[in-house]
C-alpha cells in the first residue's frame, strides 16, 4: 500500500510563501507522475502541479511563475514551492501520484490558508 504524506501547510498572509512537502512510502522514480491538487471549499480538486518520472513539470495557469514544483529523490519526497501566496490559493492541498498503470494514489490533505 503506497502511502503519500503531506506537510507544511498553515496560514500565511497575503503575498506569503509556504512550501509543502509530500513523502512517499516508496521511490518516487516508481510513479508515472506526481504532484499536487487544491481543492477550495465547495469546488472540485483540481491540479496545481504535476512532474513526470522523466522530470517534465505541468502547472495550471494560476500557479504558473508563482509555485515550482520540485523533488528530492534520496528522500522520495516531492516539493511544492508557493510564493506570491493570494486568498484565492486558500484550499486544502493533496499530494498525488500515478502509477505506470493508472491507479492513483492521494495523501491526506493539508490545509493552506492565506489570509490578513
Known amino acids: 500500500q503506497v502511502q503519500l504524506v503531506e506537510s507544511g501547510g498553515g496560514s500565511v498572509q497575503p503575498g506569503g510563501s509556504l512550501r509543502l512537502s509530500c513523502a512517499a512510502s516508496?521511490?518516487?522514480?516508481?510513479?508515472?507522475?506526481m504532484g499536487w491538487y487544491r481543492q477550495a471549499p465547495g469546488k472540485q480538486r483540481d491540479l496545481v502541479a504535476h512532474?513526470?518520472?522523466?522530470?517534465?513539470?505541468n502547472y495550471a495557469d494560476s500557479a504558473k511563475g508563482r509555485f515550482t514544483i520540485s523533488r528530492a529523490n534520496a528522500k522520495n519526497t516531492v516539493y511544492l514551492q508557493m510564493n506570491s501566496l493570494a486568498p484565492e490559493d486558500t484550499a486544502v492541498y493533496y499530494c498525488?501520484?500515478?502509477?505506470?498503470?493508472?491507479?492513483?494514489?492521494w495523501g491526506q490533505g493539508t490545509r493552506v490558508t492565506v489570509s490578513s
Open positions: 516508496r521511490s518516487i522514480f516508481s510513479f508515472y507522475a
Open positions: 512532474i513526470t518520472s522523466a522530470g517534465n513539470t
Open positions: 498525488h501520484a500515478r502509477e505506470f498503470a493508472g491507479e492513483n494514489y
